[in-house]
Nanobody, 123 residues
Framework: QLQLVESGGGLVQPGGSLRLSCAASGFTLDYYAVGWFRQAPGKEREGVSCISMNGAITNYAESAKGRFTISRDNAKRTVYLQLSSLKPEDTAIYYC????????????????WGQGTPVTVSS
């Protein structure tokens, strides 16, 4: 089965950190740009960060710059999103998606989506 599987979400206090993982199953991730998106309750899904196929290019939404770091390990078919200095407004379901390219901080022409992992930032 061809799919992306996210993990690593959870409950964290403001100022805390989490590392999200996005693992590809049934296909190689080498030929895809990968983006992280999030959807907060009652809001539209928004792009957070995107990484190019070889990891040379990374882009971030303004809300993520300086706090989030995207990386990838193609040998493990996994993309990571390190979340730091978390704020309550970062609370959302975080999704990864594999696509053809990054357009700024969004992956576009998407072929695969994960099921999402929840992140809750609360004291």
């Amino acid at each position: 089965q061809l799919q992306l599987v996210e993990s690593g979400g959870g409950l964290v206090q403001p100022g805390g950190s989490l590392r999200l993982s996005c693992a590809a199953s049934g296909f190689t991730l080498d030929y895809y740009a990968v983006g992280w998106f999030r959807q907060a309750p009652g809001k539209e899904r928004e792009g957070v960060s995107c990484i190019s196929m070889n990891g040379a290019i990374t882009n971030y939404a303004e809300s993520a710059k300086g706090r989030f770091t995207i990386s990838r390990d193609n040998a493990k078919r996994t993309v990571y999103l390190q979340l730091s200095s978390l704020k309550p407004e970062d609370t959302a379901i975080y999704y990864c998606a594999a696509g053809q390219l990054c357009v700024n901080w969004r992956a576009e022409h998407l072929d695969y989506w994960g099921q999402g992992t929840p992140v809750t930032v609360s004291s």
